[in-house]
Nanobody, 116 residues
Framework: QVQLVESGGGLVQNGGSLRLSCAAS????????MSWYRQAPGNQRELVAT???????SYADSVKGRFTISRDNAKNTVYLQMDSLKSEDTAVYLC??????????WGQGTQVTVSS
């Protein structure tokens, strides 16, 4: 059974940087897109960034210019480089893999806390 394992979260000061990683523990045939979401307490889950199999990227307006999503297809891994972090970026970050066939896969989430 495929599992997504996230790493890289933690506590960082305002203006700092973190790099999140999400790797699939098993093989997934045909990943259409990989995404990062986040959810802060009391808020709905928010789509942060997406990268397609072709390498096209898209970002939420709130993170454009500060976050960069990338992927390693050979390793079935997606990354999120987060720079110039703000207190409002504090949330649990979850990765999502959308296969060509079947249901989406979700990671368990990693906490990112930005202190002011």
């Amino acid at each position: 059974q495929v599992q997504l394992v996230e790493s890289g979260g933690g506590l960082v000061q305002n203006g700092g940087s973190l790099r999140l990683s999400c790797a699939a523990s098993g093989s997934i045939f045909g990943i259409k897109a990989m995404s990062w979401y986040r959810q802060a307490p009391g808020n709905q889950r928010e789509l942060v960034a997406t990268i397609t199999s072709g390498g096209s990227t898209s970002y939420a307006d709130s993170v454009k210019g500060r976050f960069t999503i990338s992927r390693d297809n050979a390793k079935n891994t997606v990354y999120l480089q987060m720079d110039s972090l703000k207190s409002e970026d504090t949330a649990v970050y979850l990765c999502n893999f959308r296969p060509v066939l079947g249901s989406n896969y979700w990671g368990q989430g990693t906490q990112v806390t930005v202190s002011s």
